[in-house]
């Protein structure tokens, strides 16, 4: 889901969300008289950034207004969609401020404060876009001022703004163990600005924190598992917020997600086992075989990172070439369920039934016979827990949904906020 404060999402596909920028477009309105009712025509071809025009009486008295223009630097191009608009009358109140922009006349969104003297923007700016602001203000005689002012916002290639794709899915049901990730298609160096407008909002509410894995992706993970039946919802409220490096958020997202039952599988690799858990209840334990020496099968907490009912599996893949004696190619590994991004999975392994529950013969996944692995995975969904023990190879962070192998404490030190 994307949305924009209610607008429609602008038009280019797939790329493009109230402000955080410093600086502030501003137009001051130093005194208020009389004026003529019509604001009158624009002038004649698209206004640059800060074209403005006023009207007043004659007999009015001088009336300096300061345009959009004066707070841009010299050579300007367009205005920063960072930036904020605001108006100021001097000598007088707000009686009407109304600012739209581009081909549909869309409204920007904004309040008036400080007694009505203020008008500030509450909704961000769009790139390459004409944006008009009309006001009319009144002083303590009664006498009116009507102020029309135009400027353009710097446009934006597709290389300036960076995309927030969000999992998990939208009305997806996952495992206690999921992370929410969020990644980006253009790299975020000012992880702080791009951090202040992620949230995570859930019912029960759950402690949690951000984690930076890279400029590309960040994690978000509760304290401790997440509780069976938790709603949750994400929002990457992100548009035209600065990103570093000139490259600015292109859209707002949000998705909701749904967590399950507590599907927890404990594998014991030195006893040669696997306990099935629903909701601290267990259900099977289950003969298997894991990595033999040179090949050890990784301990830590794994999070199910994807599913296959069948599933080719290569060794070089993993770096094995085919002239090495431990090459495999392996065309319908049947009941396939992903553990590392290197290649660990849960899976069916009719050729090692004799071993499974006696030694580990595989090269680091974990099998079990196929009837196992069939009742396994029928089960199982994205986000659940695999808890490893009996090896001395640790699980990583970064190696699949590895959040859980730092404590929390360790883990929110990986935000840009800490």
Known sequence: MLYRHGRSARAHARRRAVLAGAAVLSVALAGCTAAADSDGPAAAGSPSAGQSESAASPEAPAVSVAS???????????????????????QGTFQSVEVTFGAKKEKLAGELSEGDRVWTSTDRLEPGLLYTV????????????????????????????????????????????????????????????IEKHLSVSSSPA???????????????RPKTYWKPGTDVRVTADINSIPAGNGIY???????????????????DVAAHQMR????????????????????????????????????RMDAATTGISPDNPEYYNLSNVEYAMRVTYSGEFLHAAPWSVGS??????????VGMSTADA???????????????????????????????NETFQEYRQGSALS
């Not at 005689?141 to 029309?148: M, V």
């Not at 958020?249 to 997600?257: N, P, V, Y």
């Not at 499974?356 to 996944?365: F, L, T």
Request: with cysteine; glycine share 10%; net charge negative.
């Open 206 to 220: 759950q402690v949690g924190a951000w984690h930076w894995i890279s400029d590309n992706e960040v994690h978000w």
């Open 134 to 193: 009309r006001s009319v203000a009144v002083d303590a005689d009664g006498l009116t001022k009507r102020d029309k002012t135009s400027f353009r916002t710097e446009d934006l290639s597709l290389d300036q703004q960076t995309y927030p794709s969000i999992a998990p899915l939208g009305g997806e049901t996952v495992g206690v163990g999921m992370p929410v990730i969020v990644r980006f298609d253009v790299p975020v160096t000012d992880r702080a600005s």
């Open 68 to 90: 959009i223009s004066d707070n841009l630097p010299a050579g300007e191009a367009g205005v920063p969609v960072d930036q904020q608009v605001k108006l100021t009358a001097d």
């Open 276 to 311: 099935v858990f629903r909701n601290g209840e267990l259900l099977r334990t289950i003969p298997i075989s894991a990595g033999k020496p040179g090949f050890t099968t990784r301990s830590g907490t794994k999070v199910i990172i994807e599913k296959f009912r069948s599933k």
């Open 249 to 267: 958020g292109q859209l707002s997202r949000s998705t909701s997600f749904h967590v399950g039952d507590a599907m927890v599988s404990k594998i």
């Open 374 to 404: 069939g009742w396994l995975f029928n089960l199982t969904k994205r986000g659940d827990v695999v808890e490893v023990t009996g090896t001395d190879r640790e699980m990583t962070l970064t190696n699949g949904y590895g959040d859980w």
């Open 356 to 365: 499974q529950g006696n030694a580990n013969v595989s090269h680091g996944c």
